[in-house]
């Protein structure tokens, strides 16, 4: 083969290896909402979507300013999602929060299926930073809360942990909320 043309096949494959990094780099420079959405959907279309795959929205409420939130439940996207939370800002979407719930876990399974999710989460978008870490009494109620947080391009990913114990009673839940721009 001759030097100037193996050069040229060599600094093609180059070309498109690089091409190839740059399109799989692009595709995680931005962390988009669960079940194929996109940000900024309008609330009229996401209504539409939700009725389509026969979820129930169980409230709607006005949070504050000009935003909103739709609690939906009946999307079944992975084991232990009790809830979603559809979060609107002038009636366009901008995030989502999946909350996980399980009657029959305890502490030791919440705390391996929050690992779990961590590392599916850091695979796909690198190492997290933790953002809490605190076990505090709130007068007879042990509060526990564990969180981190991914940021991509004015996106975002945060995972917390919450746990309220005042003996016999105990309330525990996963939340993982998707955050647009």
């Known amino acids: 083969m001759f030097p100037s043309l193996r050069n040229l096949l060599i600094t093609c494959c180059c070309c498109l290896l690089a091409n190839q990094a740059l399109f799989a780099q692009s595709v995680t420079n931005e962390i988009k909402p669960p079940f194929n959405l996109s940000w900024g959907l309008p609330a009229e279309q996401l209504e539409r979507l939700l009725k389509g795959a026969k979820a129930n929205i169980t409230r709607k409420r006005h949070i504050q300013g000009d935003r909103d939130a739709w609690d939906v439940d009946g999307l079944v996207s992975q084991s232990g ?33 929050m690992s779990q999710l961590r590392r599916v989460i850091e695979k796909r978008f690198g190492a997290g930073q933790q953002i809490v870490r605190r076990t505090a009494p709130e007068g007879e109620v042990t509060e526990t809360l564990v969180g981190y947080k991914w940021n991509i391009n004015n996106t975002a990913i945060e995972l917390f942990y919450y746990s309220a114990q005042s003996q016999p009673n105990v309330f525990r839940t996963l939340s993982v909320h998707y955050k647009g721009s």
């Open 81 to 113: 999602v009790k809830r979603t939370i559809f979060y609107f800002h002038r009636g366009e979407l901008v995030e989502v929060e999946l909350q996980y719930q399980k009657d029959d876990w305890d502490e030791a399974k919440y705390n391996e299926y």
